[in-house]
């Protein structure tokens, strides 16, 4: 953005003081990191549905059951979780490196592949008294999610293994979720009449919903629970033959699956079926369409083209007002219309622009921060606050929803109680953004990231802003420079894998080169992006290893610079993104 163009009292929004230099440390240590060699193993892909997984409580839904860790060193927890509710959170202390093991059955002179999904600094997966060569892999850092995968062939004597996870001395704790042994079962020596159970059949939809399906399927004899898995990714455990999968788009299709578990291990999957969200209103997006361009109208004037409401580009599906204003109670927010700003636009223009906005099927929201937010909530107080001082200006001005965009950081404990608390005041129709930097999503542990995956049930998108940001990891672990296809899409990897809905995805970047100090790109780019995630198209040197077609969409900022530059983004990118898949 041209910050000589913006008066002090009201500056324009990406970026903040101090990134520069964060951003290149941490560019500079990724870099670092990666030149080590490689390491691990990323992406790997999934056992085949012909294989079964030997691994007891795989996912860690059951606590630490059939598992030990040395000098009580794992713990399960919510957050982060790679697939399912729960994940081991395992901290090396002193001389103990956090290992955590399970001895499992397996056959003499048999293949087999290991493999699970890790998170944090030098976590290692291995597996010993293979009675050939035992093996390990690892991964010195791992931000997100990523997959560490190594095969292995046991002895012509060997009946079980160990398989572990462990971190290393003097390091933070580490996450592992979703372990995995495929290959023949073994029997077990303590309860040799409990095999591994057969995949389930029968496996159907029921009642659907615009954000959820309900699921059932046939008994399997022996499985104590079972594992339900949407489009590859395990997403509940449950002890019955049902289960009602929430938190989906509407009219988005998906895939399904199920396994049964039990003491010997996990089944196969079972025959995949697809489910078909209804069209409507659901929680998290209100009459968004499937696939929404997103603009922010600036209420101050910076040299970018001064408009009103009713002026902003039919293109723009979900226009966010830019910015509240904090009062002097903790947590609270209030709206001071800049009239004289905008050439005496008066308040009872504002609303009328915004019911009319609103007739013609847009949504209109209040956002909240900006480059020089100063809304701080860190209570429950203040969530409270937060909560209340929103809905008021909904049931003011009109406004459809909020927009989350605090660039100097939130608690996402109370960040999460605040936005629930106002979905309880507002319905299901409340729309509920984001707008956090890319240093904000670079790992599922990050407070943006976690308070996005707390409300997922509830949130309509999360815009990441792709610019003013230094290079970043993608979601394999390359480093990536921003003003590239490349960039957009192996950042965004990291949000679709890690846990967000496609639908809850946009990639949000300046309308010209004035509307940010530094990212902007063409907007052939950002279609060539939107073309690689949403169909595998148009992709540069990094390729998602599947394709997104209910990937939300794009946003920019700001309307009033893409207005100033003859509406050139929106007339690109507004047609692209409304004729995703």
């Known amino acids: ?31 670092a990191v990666l030149g080590a060699g490689a390491l691990v193993a990323v992406g790997g892909g999934t056992a085949g549905a012909a294989d079964a997984n030997l691994v007891q409580n795989s996912g860690f839904e059951s606590g630490l059951s059939g598992w030990t860790c040395s000098a009580a060193s794992g713990t399960t927890v919510a957050t982060p979780a790679h697939g399912g509710s729960s994940a081991l959170k395992a901290t090396p202390a002193g001389q103990d490196n956090a290992q955590c093991a399970q001895t499992v059955s397996v056959k003499p002179d048999s293949s087999y592949t290991l493999s699970a999904w890790v998170q944090g600094s030098y976590v290692y997966l291995g597996a010993s008294g293979t009675g050939t060569t035992d093996v390990s892999t690892w991964t010195p850092s791992a931000s997100g999610w990523q997959q560490l995968t190594t095969t292995f062939k046991t002895g012509p004597s060997t009946t079980s293994v160990t398989v572990y996870t462990h971190g290393w001395y003097g390091q933070p704790a580490y996450y592992a979720d979703d372990i995995s042994l495929t290959g023949p079962g073994g029997s077990d020596p303590g309860d040799p009449g409990d095999p591994v159970p057969t995949a389930p059949s029968g496996l159907k939809t029921g009642a659907v919903t615009s954000s959820s399906i309900a699921l059932s399927w046939s008994t399997v004899s022996g499985a104590t629970g079972y594992n339900v898995y949407r489009d590859g ?49 659901g929680g998290g997006g209100g009459t968004v369409p499937k696939h929404a361009v997103t603009g922010y109208w600036q209420n101050f004037n910076n040299g970018a083209t001064v408009q009103k409401i009713s002026g902003v580009q039919d293109q723009y599906d979900i226009i966010a007002v830019a910015f509240a204003d904090a009062t002097g109670t903790p947590g609270a927010v209030t709206f001071n219309l800049d009239s004289a700003g905008l050439g005496g636009y008066t308040v009872d223009q504002f609303k009328a622009d915004i019911k009319a906005k609103q007739a013609a099927g847009k949504s209109v929201i209040i956002s909240i921060g900006g480059q020089n937010g100063t809304v701080s909530i860190n209570d429950s107080a203040s969530a409270n606050n937060f909560a209340n001082s929103v809905y008021a200006l909904m049931q003011q001005y009109g406004f459809d929803g909020v927009d989350i965009d605090l660039e100097n950081g939130l608690n996402a404990t109370y960040m999460t109680q605040a936005l629930r608390s106002l979905s309880a005041k507002a319905g299901s129709k409340l729309v509920i953004t984001m707008a956090p930097q890319t240093i ?142």
């Open 1 to 31: 953005m041209d910050r000589a163009a913006i008066p002090p009292a009201r500056p324009g929004r990406p970026g903040r003081p101090g990134r520069t230099r964060l951003t290149r440390f941490l560019s500079a240590a990724a870099a």
């Open 233 to 281: 990714t395990k997403v509940q455990a449950v002890s019955g033959t049902s289960a009602t999968v929430t938190g989906l788009a509407a009219a988005t299709s998906y895939q399904f699956q199920v396994t049964a578990t039990n003491a010997a291990g996990e089944s196969p999957r079972s025959a995949a079926v697809t489910g078909t969200t209804s069209a409507g209103s």
């Open 440 to 581: 904000d999503m670079q790992s599922t542990s990050n407070a943006y990231f976690q308070t996005a995956l707390n409300i997922k049930d509830i949130l309509t998108v999360v815009n990441m802003q792709y610019y003013n940001s230094g290079s970043m990891l993608g979601c394999d672990g390359k480093v990536y420079s921003q003003g590239s296809v490349d960039f957009l899409t192996a950042l965004a990897c990291i949000q679709l894998e890690g846990g967000l809905s496609p639908s809850q995805v946009g990639l949000g970047l300046p309308a010209s080169t004035r509307g940010a100090g530094s990212g902007y790109v063409a907007p052939a780019v950002v279609n060539n992006a939107l073309d690689c995630l949403a169909r595998g198209t148009n992709c540069g040197s990094f390729k998602p290893a599947k394709t997104y077609p209910g990937l939300r969409g794009a946003m920019t900022w700001s309307t009033n610079w893409d207005a100033l530059a003859g509406n050139a983004w929106s007339n690109a990118v507004g047609p692209k993104v409304h004729g995703l898949p």
